[in-house]
């Protein structure tokens, strides 16, 4: 996982997985990042090609705790048609910005 940090926003980058063995980790240095004042934050997908359920949940709380800050949250670089479908099934497009 690699986390780029600029004057504007923060941007998280996972590595190839998001599962129940590394989404607490991921939350872990998101919720940091929230933690440390940024309002903009990017899950930058480019690197995953597979989610299960806990890395789904953990998207959520994302949203979440960026919705109750009034800050930005949005995924982006979804290139794995295997997420799209996942994302597209659970119509995260209606509540979160995928770009």
């Known amino acids: 996982m690699e986390i780029e940090i600029s ?3 923060a941007r998280v980058i996972p590595g190839e997985t998001i599962d129940i063995g590394n989404a607490d980790r991921l939350k872990k240095e998101v919720t940091r990042v929230i933690e440390e004042g ?3 934050i990017i899950l930058d997908f480019k690197n995953v ?6 890395g789904l949940g953990k998207i959520l709380l994302f949203h979440k705790m960026m919705e109750n800050k009034d800050g930005e949250f949005k995924i982006v670089n979804v290139d794995s048609d295997y997420i799209a479908k996942i994302f597209s099934t659970f119509n995260l497009e209606k509540l979160i910005t995928i770009e």
């Open 7 to 9: 004057q504007e926003e």
């Open 38 to 40: 940024y309002d903009n």
């Open 49 to 54: 090609e597979s989610i299960d359920s806990s």
